[in-house]
């Protein structure tokens, strides 16, 4: 029995595999939004105080998953996973109803040509990038406080630059997600890659949808 990845072509196969969960977790959310959206439910859905369980469910989730996560089964965390992705995909729903077709469309361009760019970088790169995390994690923590303050000062030019500012700390995720990643699979053992896979899915998908939603504001005309 196979203890641990100690082949090229094992290691490309499971971080494959990875990619294939995220980019399912991606479509399920897109088509969900868009369903929601055209069906014209999102004035029901998000009215009153529904709309901030809706739009808070998916750190909830997150947050969950991050601490009772490790004693889930794979099953377990493979329904979770797509459950995430269905109340990302009603929360975002919210944009599509704002944002016109064009827009979502290029801004789903946009973000699959950057994720893919920086995503290959930090899985190819020989660079040591692991101290990218603390600097990245803070980066995401200040995003959230500027955001909750911006809810207040409703500022235009505040909300542009935590745009920016979102897509840049995400790609950074990325690249260094996915070079952690490719290490973490490099000596996994056998009998944990699946759970681990999933996992790695998830915060890749997070990633996604992050720099999806701050280029899709930074970019995108409203109806």
Same mark, same amino acid.
């Given at each position: ?8 072509? !094992? ?10 969960? %995220? ?48 004693? $889930? ?5 493979? +329904? ?28 789903? &361009? ?30 995401? &923590?200040?995003?959230? =406080?500027?955001?909750?303050? !911006?809810?207040?000062?409703?500022? +235009?030019?505040?909300?542009? +630059?935590? !745009?920016?500012?979102? &897509?840049? &700390?995400?790609?950074?995720? +990325?690249?260094?997600? $996915? ?16 759970? %681990? ?9 997070? !990633?996604?949808?992050? =720099?999806?939603?701050? %280029? ?8």
């Amino acid at each position: 029995m196979q203890t641990s990845l100690s082949a090229i072509e !094992n290691l490309n196969t499971a971080v494959a595999g990875v990619l294939g969960r %995220m980019a399912g977790g991606v479509f399920a959310t897109l088509v969900l939004a868009a369903a929601v959206s055209g069906l014209g439910l999102v004035p029901v859905l998000f009215s009153g105080i529904w709309g901030y369980v809706i739009i808070l469910s998916p750190l909830a989730m997150a947050m969950y998953l991050s601490f009772k996560g490790e004693d $889930m089964a794979e099953g377990t965390i493979k +329904t979770w996973f797509f459950a995430f992705a269905a109340v990302m995909g009603i929360s975002l729903s919210l944009f599509f109803s704002v944002f016109t077709s064009v827009s979502i469309v290029q801004a789903l &361009i946009g973000t699959t040509a950057s994720f893919i760019t920086l995503a290959g970088w930090g899985y190819f790169t020989k660079k040591n990038i692991s101290g990218w995390g603390p600097f990245l994690l803070a980066g995401v &923590i200040g995003l959230i =406080i500027a955001s909750v303050v !911006n809810i207040f000062v409703e500022s +235009t030019a505040l909300q542009g +630059t935590l !745009n920016v500012l979102a &897509i840049l &700390i995400f790609l950074g995720l +990325t690249a260094y997600d $996915m070079n952690r990643i490719r290490d973490l699979f490099w000596s996994a053992d056998a009998d944990k890659i699946g759970r %681990m896979q999933w996992f790695a899915a998830l915060s890749l998908y997070i !990633n996604f949808i992050n =720099i999806f939603i701050a %280029m899709l504001q930074l970019i995108g005309d409203k109806r």
